[in-house]
């Protein structure tokens, strides 16, 4: 099986702040990197909304391409990229369809679904298999360092650990309890780049930045 080309963005690659006039320069060597001719990156507003490329955009940088935390394309050759800091980026793979989709998961997407509505959203515009679609976790922080308030809102009360009177989410185990549910096999989901970017310092971290206007980022990035 020919797999899309992924890229999981980590600091010592991509020290770029996404508020930078200077992203837009590095996004040009990620494409290099990726091997394609095109970029496309949402204005992520943490949701469980997204948008569809169905053709190759005009310039090779897209930024803030639309409101939304999630791209699916079947376009070769363009990428589709998420930005994040702590919340997890998922990519998707469908095979039969060669089709691929990226989303931002942050943990108010994920209480909305959001890797839930990606795969309805495959289903019903590229009528894929969810048993043979394949799935990627990137870095993102995890239950061991990602603390919230008692009262959080989780739809699943086991993903809250209480630790030393503290209140930990594990947004992972959510997004991969949605996708179980909506058909993707376990032996499908990959979860070899999901370290933690809270406690690992190789990743940028929102929760660690002592700015939270400039906070720099990971990019993950995909295409075919």
């Not at 469980?48 to 897209?62: M, W």
């Not at 919340?87 to 943990?107: E, N, Q, R, S, T």
Request: charged share 15%; hydrophobic share 40%; net charge negative.
């Amino acid at each position: 099986m020919n797999l899309p080309n992924i890229f999981f963005g980590i600091a010592a690659d991509f020290p770029v702040s996404h508020k930078t006039q200077e992203f837009e320069e590095t996004l040009l060597g990620l494409i290099e990197k990726l091997s394609c001719s095109n970029i496309v990156i949402n204005n992520q507003v943490h949701g469980a909304s997204g948008i569809t490329i169905e053709k190759k955009p005009k310039q090779p940088v897209t930024l803030r391409a639309d409101d939304g935390d999630y791209l699916i394309t079947a376009q070769p050759g363009v990428a589709i990229g998420v930005m994040t800091a702590d919340c997890l980026p998922v990519v998707f793979y469908a095979p039969d369809k060669h089709v691929i989709a990226v989303a931002h998961a942050g943990w108010r997407g994920s209480v909305a679904g959001i890797s839930t509505v990606v795969i309805d959203q495959l289903v019903a515009t590229f009528s894929i298999d969810t048993a043979q679609l394949k799935v990627w976790f990137g870095p993102a922080g995890k239950n061991c360092c990602y603390e919230v308030q008692a009262d959080f809102a989780s739809p699943w009360p086991e993903l809250m650990h209480k630790r030393n009177g503290k209140y930990f989410f594990d947004n992972i185990a959510l997004n991969y309890k949605q996708l179980l549910c909506a058909g993707v096999l376990a032996e499908n989901i990959d979860l070899t780049n999901n370290h933690c970017t809270i406690c690992n310092h190789s990743y940028h971290s929102y929760r660690r930045a002592e700015d939270k206007a400039i906070y720099n980022c990971q990019v993950t990035a995909v295409c075919l």
